[in-house]
DNA sequence: CTAACATTTTTCCAACTGGTCAAAAATCCG
DNA sequence: CGGATTTTTGACCAGTTGGAAAAATGTTAG
């Protein structure tokens, strides 16, 4: 229920060195020494990166303004930019952090467990992320909206892969009769679909179900609404007799 | 198959008036003798809302730039400026143009139809629109993603009261037995999700999907996806021994 | 042709943009 | 303490942004 905090972003890129042409080495990757980074550097990168993602997944890439992240970070333009060289390198690790945390959920779909099971947890889980990390679920919507020009590769070789991995199983199970016979991949997007719904559309889906029924209670009726909508759309013909509320 | 145009956007909305602080009237509404509006200058607005759509929906408000809105349109910035007063007036009639366009799929679904029909086709129309219509429907997303600034009253007053009434009628079916009993308004946001995420996110589709099976074979292969999962879905215990397909 | 009008282009501007730099201020550490 | 280092700040810059003015160029009716 408490969302609990995503994994901490940082792990280099330590302030931009000033002295000289020292840190200008286009060796590509810098890690001569990577120089252990103090808590109070990784807390400032920390409080940057939280800035920007509320200023990114608002406002995307281009519409968001340095000025404006560092304001929400509480300190000045010149002060973030010791931190992080630029505002696409803020960008980039904010992206490349949480295609980590989005492709999580859909890992665990284990091949060996019930298939109702693994299918109804793998929609809580995006459910839940919808609901304690909204702000990721629109930075990621965000940039596909642009194209995904940042992340496009990732999404096109490490999402693919998972994905056709992932649907082999649902293809599997349906082979095995345990699951009513469909397109696995689409069925892995109406469940991304309906899930990040609830984070990406949130100001409609709020404005349209009015006062009554926020937060927690909204929560559980998309989780029961969900589960019903999968489940029963999934039941195999052979199975159906069963006679559920 | 052919995307037939959206209606026109034009209706009023003369040139600037620079002549003095004619058109200063800060009266809200200049409907003082709205000025037939020539062929031409209906062209023109119309190349420009064009391009606007275009760069809108991928930039969002504020990353897109008058700039270039009037490259993609053909013109130069002050030309462009000629026909509308500002950016944010160019946003403004794209919006409400787009809202009518928005909920005119939901409008049509009646309540004397048979229930599956309705829902069939109208999960079919708004799966045209996101193949036909993906810049208003990203449009929509990135307005969405940004609290809905512009349109939050309309959603909350026209779209809601449109939800409720097809929510009560979905209501009804459910009641007579023809409709498993679930959440309306979930439903229905469920629908919106399945099918907007196909022009949302295509990008991400593309890219899980692969070369193969696109644009056409793409679209039915969704279409009959979503009628299965929502057509069993939904099927209510007692007919459920239709053994289709 | 020409006056009245519609359209387009050129020039300009103030505010904002991402980003730099040197100096000042904090902090660390022996 | 005092020097070295890290962090913060203020001034600054070149390029972009939304937009205004006005001059220049059509266009059209009489």
Same mark, same amino acid.
């Given at each position: 229920?408490?969302?609990?905090?995503?994994?901490?972003?940082?792990?280099?890129?330590?302030?931009?060195?000033?002295?000289?042409?020292?840190?200008?080495?286009?060796?590509?990757?810098?890690?001569?020494?990577?120089?252990?980074?103090?808590? &109070?550097?990784?807390?400032?990168?920390?409080?940057?990166?939280?800035?920007?993602?509320?200023?990114?997944?608002?406002?995307?890439?281009?519409? @968001?303004?340095?000025?404006?992240? @560092?304001?929400?970070?509480?300190?000045?333009?010149?002060?973030?930019?010791?931190?992080?060289?630029?505002?696409?390198?803020?960008?980039?690790?904010?992206?490349?952090?949480?295609?980590?945390?989005?492709?999580?959920?859909?890992?665990?779909?284990?091949?060996?467990?019930?298939?109702?099971?693994? &299918?109804?947890?793998?929609?809580?889980?995006?459910?839940?992320? #919808?609901?304690?990390?909204?702000?990721?679920?629109?930075?990621?919507?965000?940039?596909?909206?642009?194209?995904?020009?940042? &992340?496009?590769?990732?999404?096109?070789?490490?999402?693919? #892969?998972?994905?056709?991995?992932?649907?082999?199983?649902?293809?599997?199970?349906?082979?095995?009769?345990?699951?009513?016979?469909?397109?696995?991949?689409?069925? &892995?997007?109406?469940?991304? #679909?309906?899930?990040?719904?609830?984070?990406?559309?949130?100001?409609?889906?709020?404005?349209?179900?009015?006062?009554?029924?926020?937060?927690?209670?909204?929560?559980?009726?998309?989780?029961?609404?969900?589960?019903?909508?999968?489940?029963?759309?999934?039941?195999?013909?052979?199975?159906?007799?069963?006679? #559920?509320?």
């Amino acid at each position: 229920m408490a969302p609990k905090k995503l994994k901490s972003v940082a792990q280099d890129a330590a302030p931009a060195q000033r002295t000289g042409a020292a840190a200008a080495k286009p060796t590509k990757q810098t890690p001569a020494k990577p120089r252990p980074l103090t808590r &109070i550097q990784r807390e400032k990168q920390d409080m940057i990166l939280e800035a920007a993602l509320e200023v990114f997944s608002m406002h995307g890439f281009r519409g @968001a303004t340095i000025d404006q992240i @560092a304001e929400v970070a509480g300190m000045s333009k010149p002060n973030l930019l010791y931190y992080f060289p630029s505002k696409e390198e803020i960008h980039r690790r904010l992206m490349s952090a949480l295609l980590v945390t989005w492709l999580a959920p859909l890992e665990e779909m284990r091949a060996d467990g019930d298939p109702f099971v693994e &299918i109804r947890s793998y929609i809580r889980r995006k459910l839940e992320m #919808a609901r304690d990390f909204p702000r990721e679920s629109r930075l990621f919507a965000n940039e596909m909206l642009r194209g995904a020009p940042h &992340i496009i590769d990732m999404i096109a070789v490490d999402l693919k #892969a998972l994905v056709d991995e992932k649907a082999e199983i649902l293809l599997g199970w349906m082979d095995e009769g345990k699951l009513s016979r469909t397109d696995p991949y689409h069925l &892995i997007f109406s469940i991304w #679909a309906t899930t990040q719904h609830y984070a990406d559309f949130d100001v409609q889906v709020r404005a349209v179900l009015g006062k009554g029924r926020d937060g927690e209670g909204r929560f559980e009726d998309a989780a029961r609404y969900l589960e019903h909508l999968f489940l029963f759309g999934l039941t195999p013909k052979t199975k159906v007799g069963k006679d #559920a509320d």
